[in-house]
């Protein structure tokens, strides 16, 4: 215990200024970490020994977002932008990855296949997707139109080209590149190191055989027998090519759900049963409710040049309270009942409807004011017809 002593007695001064060097140090490096930060040009990967800056991937997924902005109408929530960062890291791996093979064999996406593609008809285009820019009448581009749009997207700079790279060049790029990396795979052969010697060691050996044909249809058939234990023998040796799936019997039985003309004349029985009850209900849309009608109730009164029904005459003709029917319309077996009708004025148009109060040769009165209005009202009422409305 006591040489333990002497070690904290002595040593507790070292060990102090130790820890206060440290804590110092530790301080200066953050603050000096802290004043530098993450730079723009910092690399937060590699795919395939190319780095990816953190510009370049800040850049698309703003450009991501904002596109999904615009067609929703809503900011992404933290989980979708998740999401998108995700979304575009895969589409670099993809880009950077199947470029480099794509280069290697020679293939590219010029300028000008670009402007071809942007002036094509094809619904492909993506200035198809833009109705303005179709004319109307041809269902193609406008070229006027075309051409003012191709002017406007070379002047484009700064975040407006990269909205424009985003949404059309890098797209159309992918997919001319694709298109022609993967024509070039079906049309090529693969040919295996294997076959290549094999057929190389066969092309130096050399075979002389000999041979007799005796072709199979100088033979009589008559000459051949075959017997039924030859023909037992074949079919067990080769019974994948005699084989035959197990069979099945169904039997059922159909009903039709179209009303018979039994069901018809009971339905039509149960709604003339009802036709008594319905004229002396005074509650019509209770009635209606407890019996289950197809046809809502409606208290508004319709002109009749608005009623579709081929019985509207008879119809018309019935006193408030009565009921016709019952009768078949629109598949359906109906009773009608008459609630009631009224006639309203219908809307008059005049132009210039004018009385004169003064002579228009000598300039004197003829007529006062007052009695002028007076009759200009008359005029008007005797002047608008009547339309009658039926409920």
Do not use: C
Request: net charge neutral; proline share 4%.
């Amino acid at each position: 215990m006591q040489i333990i002593q002497n070690i904290r007695d002595k040593g507790a001064p070292i060990t102090i200024v130790a820890i206060s060097l440290a804590l110092i140090a530790f301080i200066l490096m953050d603050s000096k970490q802290d004043g530098k930060g993450p730079t723009a040009n910092d690399a937060i990967g590699k795919i395939n020994g190319s780095a990816v800056e953190l510009t370049e991937f800040n850049k698309k997924v703003r450009l991501l977002e904002a596109q999904e902005e615009q067609q929703s109408g809503q900011k992404p929530t933290n989980i979708r932008s998740s999401q998108i960062r995700e979304q575009v890291w895969n589409q670099i791996v993809a880009e950077k990855v199947f470029y480099a093979e794509a280069a290697k064999l020679g293939i590219d996406f010029t300028s000008k296949e670009l402007e071809s593609i942007l002036k094509s008809d094809d619904q492909s285009n993506p200035l198809m997707q833009d109705r303005s820019m179709v004319d109307p009448a041809t269902g193609k581009l406008d070229r006027t139109k075309l051409s003012q749009a191709l002017t406007n997207i070379k002047k484009r700079t700064g975040e407006d080209w990269d909205v424009i790279n985003s949404q059309i060049i890098e797209p159309q790029k992918l997919t001319s590149v694709s298109t022609k990396y993967f024509a070039l795979l079906n049309a090529s052969a693969y040919y295996p190191t294997w076959m290549e010697e094999k057929d190389a060691k066969e092309s130096k050996t050399f075979a002389s055989i000999s041979y007799v044909q005796i072709p199979y249809q100088t033979i009589s058939d008559s000459t051949i027998k075959v017997t039924d234990a030859e023909i037992e023998s074949y079919v067990k040796k080769n019974k994948d090519q005699f084989k035959q799936d197990a069979g099945r019997m169904v039997s059922y039985v159909g009903f039709s759900q179209l009303p018979s003309p039994a069901d018809s004349a009971r339905t039509r029985e149960l709604v003339n049963s009802l036709k008594t009850d319905f004229a002396n209900e005074t509650n019509v849309k209770n009635f209606l409710a407890r019996n289950t009608s197809a046809i809502d109730f409606d208290t508004n009164y319709v002109p009749r040049a608005k009623i579709q029904s081929i019985f509207l005459d008879s119809i018309t003709r019935l006193s408030a309270g009565s009921v016709y029917g019952p009768y078949v319309e629109n598949k359906n077996y109906v009773i009608a009942k008459m609630l009631g009708s009224k006639s309203v004025p219908d809307s008059a148009r005049a132009k210039h409807i004018l009385i004169a109060t003064v002579n228009s040769q000598t300039g004197q009165p003829i007529l006062e004011d007052s009695i002028a209005k007076k009759e200009l009202i008359v005029f008007i009422m005797r002047s608008t017809p009547a339309q009658t409305f039926h409920s």
